[in-house]
């Protein structure tokens, strides 16, 4: 615990805390939210200062962004043309496309909450020639959301386990991950209750014929 203390205390975590929101924008191995979180439950202690970590975390994430969404750009239809159909970055990359073009700039704001989502979305983005100006006015709101989101869980989790923060990481990361259960269920039972393409064609093929006057 001291050494996690240690760690979130000095100067340079502002640094880390940055580079990885950003690296996590283009590659998402690095855990980002768990260290935005770990900061808010130390922040309830006061360090770091929770205005910093609010800051640094949405800067990150919002440069994280621009970086995945250029990478997409540069390689245009390159990268999914070499992407194997029926692999999960496949389906990740299908789901950011077609619903892109359902919700438009709002599922930039949406994929930040979906496990692996962020990234599909944000490339596919610079794939199809998303406009610059819009994309980055939705990075700003999902970064800003993203980053008041962790450092909330964390805070929240610091505010209630005050004398052990480790109990505090525990319930932001516990509770992160019943607001990812929540939110994969809805997409689940939405996705199940909507009809397919197939069965909309057959409604209409049995739906009665309205005779057209001469």
Known sequence: MDL???????????????????????????????????????????????????????????????????????????????????????????????????????????ARYVPGGRTAVTMTMGCVGYRLRSFSFFATLAAVSWALYGTLLGYLGGMAFENDPIKGVVLGLGMAIGVTIVVEVVRYLRKRNRPSVTEEVADEDDAPQVPISA
């Open 4 to 110: 996690v203390h240690t760690a979130v205390s000095s100067p340079w975590f502002y640094l880390v805390l940055f580079a990885v929101a950003a690296i996590d924008g283009f590659f998402p191995v690095v855990p980002s939210e768990s260290m935005v979180i770990t900061a808010g439950v130390y922040a309830a202690s006061g360090e770091p200062n929770v205005v910093a970590v609010v800051v640094l975390a949405a800067l990150g994430a919002f440069l994280g962004d621009h970086v995945s969404y250029f990478i997409g750009r540069g390689s245009g239809g390159r990268l999914t043309a070499r992407l194997k159909p029926g692999t999960r970055r496949h389906k990740a990359f299908d789901w950011a496309s077609r619903t892109m073009h359902e919700r438009g700039g709002l599922i930039l704001v949406v």
